[in-house]
């Protein structure tokens, strides 16, 4: 996937170390947190920076393909990740700090980063899921075409200590995108084997 994907409106890059401070200081906010499955609570600088780290591992590595939301690549609003989930499928997964919401960036942002999941990957969906009291972004995922996969399921919030219900969508492959690689390989390695 490319580094950096441009929209009207938003630039999304690579997370920088610099930006462990600013994703700490958005990140105290519990009602963002809380949506999430992976995020602990407070989130003190250290674990962005240790984040930011395992992301640039977790890309080299081809399972993870986070990107900084910033409107022009500077500060960061929040982070839409492209990961491989538990059962081996790709799935997006967001957060946005308070200050940008009611925007429709999480929707910008999201829009294409799965465009480009699909031009870079050869698979048949994404995948996607939310919190039942989260329905904004179900919402989000309804506005992209993700569909209910299943009655719902009960999903683990590190922030939560706890398991909450949850709904599980998908998005099949648009007819519309075609993919330029095959699974397991990344644009470095598509170039250098043409």
Same mark, same amino acid.
């Given at each position: 996937m490319e580094e950096t994907l441009k929209t009207e409106r938003l630039v999304l890059r690579q997370p920088? %170390?610099?930006?462990?401070?600013?994703?700490?200081q958005l990140l105290t906010d519990m009602d963002i947190v809380? &949506?999430?499955?992976? *995020?602990?609570? !407070?989130? $003190? !600088? @250290?674990?962005? /920076?240790?984040?930011?780290?395992?992301?640039?591992?977790?890309?080299?590595?081809g399972t993870s393909y986070g990107y900084a939301i910033t409107?022009?690549?500077? #500060?960061i609003m929040g982070? &839409?990740?492209?990961?491989?989930? +538990?059962?081996?499928?790709? #799935? $997006?997964g967001y957060w946005l700090g308070r200050p940008y919401w009611g925007?429709?960036? *999480?929707?910008? +942002?999201?829009?294409? $980063? %799965?465009? /480009?999941?699909?031009?870079?990957f050869d698979i048949d969906y994404i995948d996607a899921g939310y919190f039942y009291d989260n329905p904004a972004s179900g919402r989000v995922l309804e506005k992209l075409g993700f569909e209910r996969k299943d009655m719902g399921s009960n999903l683990y919030s590190v922030a939560r200590? #706890?398991?909450?219900?949850? *709904? /599980? @969508?998908? @998005?099949?492959? !648009?007819?519309? %995108?075609?993919p330029i690689i095959t699974e397991?390989?990344? +644009?470095?390695?598509?170039?250098?084997?043409a």
């Open positions: 920088v %170390i610099t930006d462990a401070a600013r994703m700490s809380r &949506m999430t499955c992976t *995020i602990p609570y !407070p989130y $003190v !600088p @250290l674990a962005a /920076e240790f984040w930011i780290m395992q992301h640039a591992a977790c890309r080299r590595l409107k022009d690549g500077g #500060e982070v &839409m990740d492209l990961f491989t989930n +538990a059962d081996g499928d790709r #799935e $997006v925007n429709g960036y *999480i929707t910008e +942002a999201a829009q294409a $980063v %799965i465009e /480009e999941g699909f031009r870079t200590g #706890e398991r909450a219900a949850g *709904i /599980e @969508l998908r @998005l099949p492959r !648009p007819a519309t %995108i075609k397991g390989q990344d +644009a470095r390695q598509a170039a250098s084997t």
